[in-house]
């Protein structure tokens, strides 16, 4: 796989806007106040967690329209109610929040057109300089499973998710993996606690909370081993004491898991296995990327990518993700009614008990990138050597709300 961040300004993220009427700019009457929100080497949640501690604001006062990845540089709005709003701007290191309007109400998940991205690719081998041309313009003409990728599944520890473990019932499984399933991105402290808690799993009682160093893990231990309660009130407790925004995501993840599996078994239907690209990405995997093989040349190609992209338009425009409620609906698969249903009744019970709620909106099957801009490939200084070149392009595009950047480069470059 080619780098795509290597530096933070490499990987560039505009919010476009929301829709017209939403935010009125220069307006300090109306009852949200709206912000731009720039930052470098933040994650979107843990960055509006630190402004409220800096400026006394309910972390669940913040409303947005979409999570920007952390190792990137990236704009986009946020709002605030106007009675815990701040009059000016905020600054801190590698961030910055000015007030540009107001609104009616909250940004909810979604509330932007997309977003558009400027992205410095590198560590490019020459072989796939040769074939970039030919991708570019097969991506153009078919377009682009909208696949989730693997920033969704951040969540997964050893090939497993907690909500897709909160879905078949088991929420201590969920717990189990939540606090001590290893994962890429844990740093040293929580490494050390999740090797603490599986030595003495299940037998948490044994535990001192004082050899915890993670915050929001010795929260959760401590809603769970203190208190007379049942082992069933118990996991709840500790259910309920990880983050609101991090337990969405857990079922996001599981939801969204689903719906790769929908679009990859409709793919895998609709084409045969020699016109499918595959790339394993782990859990969400493997995404498959239909395309002309590069041994066809001419009028045999320009027929069989015509195919394709008749092919792709045959399939639904767009399916609702999945959810335990099983509501009938036009863009409910038949595939997704079958996941659900075998699925075990204590699931549902579970979801239901614990108060979750899924979202049900629908998502594209293909979608388009718009203002697709690629640069003449240029030696990279920073990979390679002498004797083996890499090279670097810069790639800016605009994608709908919610589609992966890292998507159309997997479908570029890999």
Known sequence: MVKIRTKPEDFQVEEQAP??????????????AVYELKKIMWETQSLLSVISKKSGIPVAAWGLAGLKDKRSVTTQLVTCPRDHAPRHALRGRGWELIPVGGAHRSLISGDHEGNRFMITVRDIRHRNVQLLPGRIGQLTKIGLPNWF???????????????????????????????????PSDRSARRRDKKRLMAVWPNLDELELSSIENRPFKKVLRAWIEGSKSHDESLRSAF????????????????????????RDIIRQSFPDHLLRRIDIGVGGPLLYPRA??????ASKRSLIENIAKTFSAIPDSLEMPTLEGNPSDAVHPSVQHRIYSMPPKGSQLVRSLGIKMSSHTRKTIVFPTNLEVSEPMIDELHGSKKHKRWKCNVSFELPSGSYATNLIRRLFD
């Open 19 to 32: 829709p017209t009427g939403l935010v009125i700019k220069d307006d300090t009457e109306l009852p949200f």
């Open 293 to 298: 093989p590069v041994g066809r040349r001419g």
């Open 149 to 183: 990728d693997t920033q969704r599944f951040g969540s997964a520890s050893q090939g497993l998710l907690p909500g897709q473990l909160i879905a078949s019932g088991d929420l201590e499984g969920a717990m189990r993996l939540h606090l001590t399933g290893p994962q």
């Open 240 to 263: 309920l004491a990880v983050p609101r925004s991090l337990r969405g995501l857990w079922m996001s993840a599981w939801q969204s898991k689903v719906w790769n599996e929908l679009l």
